[in-house]
């Protein structure tokens, strides 16, 4: 389900999250919700059979939430800040594929799906603390990079979270062989940290009692070699590439369609670099900062 997808992009940052769904909630999804670390959900309806077994998590402390389809927000935001107040318009403007027609790049081809793909990445970082960027693939987020100071550093986060998702179907990392008892989130971090290989002499001395026998590491050179067949990923920004340095990294993770607003007096140079790597760049003329 779409719901399944969106956690597994990014398990670890999932741990402890709310839940947003737009359809009605089914029996499947709540089943799965069941055994996640979860605080609630808010969706404008529910299965009565889902809705009883979402009323027993947590001992009945898991907060349920019906929306209400037909409620418009107001139109305009309001924020606070040290006694001043700014105002603005809702940012209510639908991503689409009207927004990918300005393919500025030599190659001009989009597929359906990339299009979809785009599409996401757009919606995902819409609603992503600025500034962001995402890199989605095959309909799902595979990486969000948010809140950074430079867009570069967007990039390089969010690059490392797409790795991590990779990397996690590794056949060394999927072959862990954990004891009895190890809990499904301790699972999940003892991966992430045996994908990353930082851990200290302390920190790997508890991380090896979760397994049977002390697992053999993950090189650098396993892990170049799987990341290099990843392909036909996208990659969508809030705001637009201020330099080629963006681009420059996110070929390196098997990026091929870009999509971001446009409009830096670098356009020509990103614009070039994508044309070096043989990407696909729409430029959406729409800013989606989000504060």
Same mark, same amino acid.
């Given at each position: ?33 069941? =055994? ?7 969706? +404008? ?17 898991? !907060? ?8 418009? +927000? +107001? ?18 403007? !639908? ?75 590794? +056949? ?22 045996? =994908? ?38 996208? !990659? ?56």
């Amino acid at each position: 389900t779409a719901h399944v997808r969106a956690r597994n992009a990014d398990p670890m940052c999932s741990f402890g999250d709310f839940v947003a769904v737009s359809h009605v909630v089914d029996v499947a999804t709540a089943n799965i919700l069941k =055994i996640e670390v979860s605080d609630g959900i808010i969706a +404008p309806g529910f299965e009565p059979e889902a809705l009883e077994i979402l009323k027993a998590k947590k001992g009945g402390k898991f !907060i349920v939430l019906q929306a209400d389809n037909d409620f418009v +927000p +107001p139109e305009m935001e309001y924020r606070m800040c040290g006694g001043l107040g700014f105002m603005q318009k809702r940012n209510d403007k !639908i991503c689409d594929a009207t927004l990918l027609e300005k393919v500025v790049t030599s190659k001009k081809d989009l597929s359906e799906q990339a299009k979809l793909d785009m599409i996401l990445g757009m919606i995902a970082i819409k609603y992503t603390q600025s500034n962001s960027v995402g890199y989605s693939k095959d309909g799902m987020m595979i990486g969000v990079g948010a809140g950074q100071q430079s867009r570069v550093d967007c990039v390089k986060l969010a690059g490392r979270k797409l790795s991590t998702w990779r990397l996690r179907f590794h +056949p060394k990392v999927v072959g862990l062989k954990f004891k009895e008892g190890v809990k499904r989130q301790d699972r999940v971090n003892a991966r992430v940290r045996y =994908i990353e290989g930082d851990m200290d002499e302390a920190e790997y001395a508890q991380w090896v009692t979760q397994f049977d026998s002390a697992p053999a590491p993950l090189t650098a050179h396993e892990k170049s070699e799987f990341l290099s067949g990843l392909s036909g990923v996208t !990659i969508a920004s809030d705001a637009f590439f201020p330099f080629r340095d963006s681009i420059d990294h996110a070929q390196k993770l098997g990026v091929q369609f870009v999509a971001q607003p446009g409009g830096s007096v670098a356009d020509e140079e990103v614009i070039k670099a994508c044309d070096a790597y043989g990407m696909t760049m729409a430029f959406t003329n729409l800013r989606l900062f989000h504060h």
